[in-house]
């Protein structure tokens, strides 16, 4: 079995700029670096594209990168992030998935866009895309910043409240691929599955559903789980004997997102006992 360190951090949940984080993937890595990090994972929204660039500044700096990604998928009818963790990102079945997803955000996207037209913000979808970096997936968040850019509205959650948040006038809902479906997407590459801040919006009815499915675990610290929460899904986790993941879901330049790289992170135990869950150490 490998050692670990318990004073060794990890930070198994952040953003950049190829979905809707500010940073590029090599600003990331040298902000996790000055943060008191030593392993970073990369869980761009249903892309893989900025690891390449993540691992190889990780290699310059001395910072462990974990390959990452945060797939969308449905749970009858609601929407279940998936995290998978040391994947082959270079696996063609989920490189043909993602690609294929990519363009159902696009449509996404201009179908909000016409939705606010339609409520007399003339925002155009130009404007959006200016927002996207080139294999970005583009989402709800690229359009909020279009927004404010646009004077249409005064902050990023403001876009949520009035406009295309969950149920509102311009909400457009996503084709995700099932829960199931994301987990064995993750296998089939050669990783490890959590459902990402299952205190948000999971019932222990549907975990316990989705644990019959095949996840290999659950993320317990996240910037919206109280200390309770993390306790409960600790114990949660040790009943149904799941890895433990946790992350501060950094994004950049939304509120509180300056204090919380280096804050909400989980121990070298949990990276570790993922490996030796996949490598049999």
Same mark, same amino acid.
């Given at each position: ?5 318990? @004073? ?8 950049? !700029?190829?979905?809707?984080? *500010? +940073? ?12 008191? &990090? ?6 761009? %929204? ?68 016409? *939705? &606010? !037209?339609?409520? *007399? ?13 080139? !294999? ?5 968040? %690229? ?10 509205? %005064?902050?990023?959650?403001?876009? +949520? ?60 610290? %996240? ?40 804050? +909400? ?10 490996? @030796? ?5």
């Amino acid at each position: 079995m490998l050692k670990y360190d318990e @004073n060794i951090k990890a930070d198994l949940h952040t953003h950049t !700029n190829y979905s809707d984080g *500010k +940073f590029t993937p090599s600003e990331l890595v040298r902000k996790a670096k000055s943060s008191g &990090l030593n392993y970073l994972s990369i869980t761009d %929204h249903d892309n893989v594209d900025g690891l390449d660039e993540a691992i190889e500044t990780g290699k310059e700096i001395g910072l462990e990168v974990i390959p990452g990604v945060e797939l969308s998928s449905d749970y009858k009818g609601r929407e279940v992030h998936i995290l998978g963790y040391f994947f082959d990102y270079k696996n063609p079945e989920l490189l043909e998935y993602l690609i294929s997803f990519r363009k159902l955000r696009l449509e996404r996207a201009e179908k909000i866009v016409n *939705k &606010l !037209n339609n409520l *007399k913000i003339p925002i155009k979808m130009d404007e959006v895309l200016d927002k996207v970096k080139g !294999n970005t997936s583009i989402g709800r968040p %690229h359009i909020a910043f279009a927004l404010i850019d646009g004077n249409y509205i %005064h902050n990023y959650y403001e876009a +949520f409240v009035k406009y295309i948040g969950d149920g509102k006038p311009a909400y457009e809902k996503k084709k995700n691929i099932e829960t199931k479906e994301a987990i064995k997407l993750i296998s089939k590459a050669g990783g490890v599955s959590f459902v990402a801040h299952p205190g948000k919006n999971i019932r222990d009815e549907a975990l316990i559903e989705i644990i019959e499915q095949g996840i290999d675990g659950i993320e317990v610290i %996240h910037p919206s789980h109280s200390p309770d929460y993390v306790t409960y899904f600790q114990d949660f986790a040790s009943q149904y004997f799941l890895l433990e993941s946790g992350g501060s879901d950094f994004h950049g330049g939304r509120i509180n997102d300056d204090s919380i790289l280096g804050t +909400f992170w989980v121990s070298e135990q949990k990276v570790i006992a993922m490996k @030796n869950r996949l490598f049999k150490t």
